[in-house]
């Protein structure tokens, strides 16, 4: 394996795999560097089972590239749902077909992959990162790219490598959830959330002080028919491993006082826990500072989508803090919105691209396009982007856009 690529891609989760897939079909030799055992990120790592932000409300699809060949591969498995409609419309999926997906995808692209790899730093000359540094199980290995994407989540490489980056916004970040998958659940018996919902809140008000939320998205997975829910609900500072620990640990007790209460639904005796995480399920940490910010406006009152290289239809879904119910804020007509180029561009750092939930936006915004069906979207378009300025210095949108169509992105005009 060369030490030199065109781009890296660092983090390999939707926004990462997108990304390296956007960019090796460019033309780029590329390199996706995942600290984690698979591909997949939050989808696999994390049972964070729903793609987002891919369907309007009326389950009109608007988002394709990258997205749509996973899809794809997991319908060949029957391993993913149809659109359905909860708060919004999301699929539900089958993560261990993620993996299998994935891992096709990025061979048959020809994108170098190194997994067990966690980026260490990273080196900057002037306004340009050069060069990052990864640990294995052998030891220290250093790598040199032309450009770079940044779709760690935490946005760690920007940080390492001295690009701006701020972490959540006004000093306040979403809470995360811990995915918890129950089974021994009959296929024919429906988990109703109003009456889970009523039974969590009486234990509350009982003086049971392990249950955070009462109401998330609860759904049958395909493949197993497991039921996923997401109600443990912990607030932390994802960059700090103390406190990420501490709130794994209160998370997966929570599991537990959840797994009784589910007990306790007609049908659900025999339930039992399959997994938990195993990672909780961050929503936000580091935003790179990118050279325009998405603002919340421009998500509840869309305008012209001529100059963007993705688009997202998921609505401001936002958690104030453990235990308080989600707020959400619906996308105004056509039930989309588009991303510009500069809001997944770094604006100190020339050859930096965000990808994923790191990217810019504000409050409102960062609600909205953090979730995995728009970091494949913001993915490809970062990967692009970072693809033509390792061969000619600079990109402008509309190059962007051109290749993006011809990879299939289907993008609006």
């Known amino acids: 394996m060369t030490n030199h690529y065109d781009v890296i891609v660092a983090g390999g989760g939707s926004g990462g795999i997108g990304a390296a897939l956007g960019a090796r079909r460019a033309g780029a030799r590329t390199l996706l560097i995942e600290r984690g055992p698979c591909l997949g990120g939050a989808a696999t790592l994390r049972n964070v089972v729903t793609y987002c932000g891919l369907y309007t409300q009326e389950l009109r699809q608007v988002v394709f590239g990258v997205a749509e060949e996973v899809l794809a591969g997991l319908r060949e498995l029957d391993a993913v749902t149809e659109p359905r409609k909860f708060t919004a419309v999301a699929v539900v999926f089958d993560p261990e077909s993620v993996k299998r997906v994935a891992d096709e995808l990025c061979e048959q692209a020809g994108v170098d992959v190194l997994l067990h790899s966690h980026v260490l730093d990273a080196t900057r000359r002037d306004d340009r990162i050069t060069a990052l540094r990864v640990a294995d199980h052998s030891g220290t290995h250093s790598y040199t790219a032309d450009a770079f994407v940044d779709a760690t989540g935490e946005a760690d490489l920007a940080h390492q490598g001295g690009a701006e980056v701020r972490y959540g916004n006004d000093g306040w970040v979403i809470n995360g959830t811990l995915g918890v998958r129950f089974g021994g659940i009959p296929a024919d018996v429906a988990v109703d959330r109003s009456a889970l919902a009523s039974l969590i809140r009486s234990a509350k008000e009982s003086g049971r002080d392990d249950l955070t939320g009462e109401r998330g998205l609860i759904a049958r997975m395909p493949v197993s028919g497991d039921v996923i829910t997401y109600l443990a609900d912990e607030g932390y500072d994802a960059r700090d491993a103390a406190d990420t620990s501490r709130a794994e640990r209160s998370a997966r007790r929570q599991a537990q006082a959840y797994l009784q209460a589910i007990r306790s639904l007609p049908g659900c005796g025999n339930a039992y826990i399959v997994s938990t995480g195993p990672e909780l399920g961050t929503r936000e940490s580091r935003h790179l500072v990118g050279r325009a910010q998405l603002t919340e406006k421009e998500v509840l009152q869309p305008g012209p989508v001529d100059d963007a290289v993705a688009v997202c ?9 453990p235990g308080i119910p989600s707020e959400w804020k619906h996308i105004g007509e056509p039930g989309y919105y588009g991303i ?16 994923g939930r ?9 609600a909205s396009l953090r979730v995995m069906g728009t970091a494949l979207a913001t993915g490809q378009a970062a990967g692009v982007a970072a693809a033509f300025t390792a061969r000619d210095g600079d990109v402008e949108t509309a190059a962007v856009r ?12």
């Open 340 to 355: 510009p180029l500069d809001v997944l561009r770094s604006r100190n750092t020339s050859n930096l691209f965000g990808a």
């Open 313 to 321: 239809a998921w609505p401001i879904e936002s958690h104030p803090g």
């Open 402 to 413: 051109r290749e993006l169509d011809r990879q299939g992105a289907r993008l609006p005009d």
């Open 358 to 366: 790191t990217v810019d936006g504000d409050a409102g915004a960062g």
